[in-house]
């Protein structure tokens, strides 16, 4: 009887799945072989979804009455991302005691006219499963709340008091001034120079203006930032039309309504004034050099020591985000690549990229080659960052000078097109996530007025081509280099051979003779 009923069994799924798809092994088990690349028998067809045509409007712009802009992308879930982007960094410091976004990022989301202090705020945010957060950039400021949608109307009231309403009660400046304090600390005592390095950078290339003020309040203006100063500075720069009410994952109507209920007919705390002194000042690329002689042998955290290193900097201007040349400058900034010499990954990760390939793979004694590019609204900068020992400081800053000139060589179509591919699938991936497309759309609606989508940056990306490279590259190498030098600096060579070499067809320095080394 068992045996008639295994024989039943077995023939049913003869009949679904096909004789071929049974195998009998030599244990006498049989098992389903199923081709992965056909439907299956029985089931239902798949119903996929599609688009609705209406791609090319989904982030929406609305100007209110006093100016301020509110832009709104729709994004599935029960949580959203709101916030405000203000027109304010520390390259509007130059009338001002450097170091005062510093300050204001450190004193977001504290007592406000409707909250006593920054934990009210935190357990406001909590009955909505919402957290806060506020940073400053060279050229921005911003402070976001992520929250359930349902709590938007207290979220939106809550990011206007914390912008418009803060009370910078004397207690509170104090408790700000002891955490950029630690904050400076830390910069110069942390193993990874990356940050000082980029302050240095800027310091260099943009000597004394805009992007090249300091980002971290200076040693000397910790104390000279006070209430009336923050003041000042508030009330020229928080204006509605230098702000962008931003939020992803709610409907749009609903955010203008919440704007108009709770930003559109506020007084500042800081009053208002009708002539406003604004710094519109242009970004002048200068180029330069900044050293700083520093003793890097005990900057290891553990018992395993790092390696003593110098670390440098050398960058040429590229070009401003709202220029047509920053897309190609990006696929160059990609194509470059690069890394640390212990990273571990694939090809994805950039190991077939020109740092990798010529540098830290052919020169063992090389710690790290990494290529970044910053790019504001009037200027941006190309840099590469290498560290290595001491003793051989010159010969890798002839070996960055030397990638510096075979930039303008001809790109390889196989190089070109995965740079290409990498940049894209990078700008796919990042914009998954919702803080990032928050980002992103307020960014953009603050600089332009208006959002490019994914889908067009993507096509601006498959259309730069060798030559593109090849022009940006020629118009980058007339500009000056700007440098920035970290650790032992004994055997770092003049910025007059850096500039040499980067004139030169080759990018080697110019030969030294010594008769006594």
Not at 140 to 155: F, I, P, Q, R
Request: net charge neutral; glycine share 8%.
């Amino acid at each position: 009887m068992a045996t008639h009923m295994s024989r039943c069994r077995t023939w049913s799924r003869v009949q679904r799945f096909g004789i071929a798809a049974y195998r009998k092994y030599s244990s006498g088990s049989r098992y389903p072989n199923i081709s992965l690349s056909s439907p299956l028998p029985g089931i239902p067809k798949p119903v996929f979804a599609s688009a609705d045509g209406h791609e090319k409007y989904e982030t929406r712009i609305t100007t209110l009455e006093n100016g301020l802009k509110v832009a709104s992308q729709n994004k599935f879930g029960q949580f959203c991302t709101v916030g405000i982007l203000v027109n304010s960094g520390s390259r509007h410091e130059a009338k001002y005691p450097s170091g005062i976004a510093h300050f204001v990022e450190k004193l977001a989301f504290s007592s406000t006219a409707q909250y006593g202090s920054r934990d009210e705020i935190l357990l406001t945010l909590e009955k909505h499963g919402g957290i806060c957060d506020c940073q400053t950039s060279r050229d921005t400021t911003m402070y976001a709340v992520s929250a359930e949608v349902k709590g938007l109307d207290t979220v939106v009231s809550l990011l206007s008091d914390a912008v418009l309403q803060p009370r910078l009660l004397d207690e509170e400046i104090e408790m700000s001034r002891m955490a950029v304090r630690f904050e400076l600390e830390d910069l110069n005592m942390r193993p990874d120079p990356e940050p000082l390095l980029t302050e240095m950078i800027h310091a260099a290339a943009y000597q004394n203006n805009t992007v090249g003020l300091p980002r971290f309040c200076p040693v000397h203006n910790v104390d000279k930032v006070d209430k009336k100063v923050l003041h000042g500075y508030l009330r020229n720069y928080y204006s509605p039309e230098r702000m962008v009410l931003a939020g992803v994952g709610i409907e749009h109507e609903q955010l203008v309504e919440c704007a108009r209920k709770y930003l559109l007919d506020v007084t500042p705390v800081w009053g208002t004034s009708s002539v406003t002194n604004v710094d519109l000042s242009v970004a002048q690329y200068t180029g330069g050099i900044v050293k700083m002689e520093k003793d890097m042998s005990d900057v290891s955290l553990g018992p395993t020591p790092i390696p003593e290193l110098t670390h440098i900097m050398i960058g040429l201007e590229s070009c401003s985000f709202l220029e047509d040349d920053f897309i190609p400058f990006a696929v160059l900034n990609m194509m470059m690549g690069g890394g640390g010499s212990f990273s571990a990954g694939g090809p994805g990760k950039g190991m077939f990229t020109r740092l990798y390939l010529n540098v830290l793979n052919r020169h063992h004694w090389m710690y790290n080659a990494t290529s970044y590019h910053h790019s504001y609204e009037d200027s941006g900068l190309l840099c590469i960052h290498a560290s290595s020992d001491p003793r051989q400081v010159r010969e890798m800053v002839e070996i960055i000078t030397r990638e510096f000139i075979q930039m303008a060589g001809n790109a390889g179509e196989m190089e070109l097109e995965r740079a290409k591919t990498q940049l894209k699938s990078m700008l796919m991936m990042n914009l998954e996530s919702r803080p990032v497309i928050f980002e992103d759309v307020g960014r953009q609606v603050l600089s332009t007025g208006k959002r490019k989508l994914p889908h067009e940056l993507c096509d601006l990306i498959s259309n730069v081509s060798a030559s593109d490279i090849k022009r940006v590259t020629t118009k980058m190498l007339r500009s000056k280099p700007a440098v920035a030098a970290l650790g032992d600096l004994t055997e770092l060579p003049s910025y007059e051979h850096i500039q040499a070499a980067l004139s030169s067809k080759d990018g080697r320095l110019p030969r030294m003779y010594r008769l006594f080394r």
